[in-house]
């Protein structure tokens, strides 16, 4: 399970590749808002929740995303859901 810190650097690293090509970087900050004041559009947060999904190997339910407005809010549930998926089977 990918510790909270792992899970924000790795979240800051996939939304730099969605920000808007040509804009200004600055450093992500977990208080950052994803559409505010990153700029990210609907379609551009559905692809970077698709990235963070592959990346950390979670699966975010779509009832959560009404309450992922910050990029604080995407490395907790990402570390939460990494936290409660199953483990190996074992035998």
């Not at 909270?4 to 808002?33: F, M, N, Q, V, W």
């Not at 990402?78 to 199953?86: D, E, I, S, T, W």
């Amino acid at each position: 399970m990918p510790s909270y810190e792992e899970t924000l650097k790795g979240t800051c690293e996939l939304l730099r590749k969605h920000l808007e090509p040509g804009a200004t970087p600055r450093d992500i900050r977990p208080s950052d808002r994803i559409q505010e004041d990153l700029g990210l559009d609907s379609l551009s947060v559905m692809e970077f929740a698709s990235d963070v999904e592959a990346q950390f190997v979670v699966s975010i339910p779509s009832e959560m995303y009404e309450n992922l407005s910050t990029v604080d809010d995407i490395a907790r549930a990402v570390v939460k859901l990494a936290g409660a998926a199953p483990g190996p089977a074992r035998v």
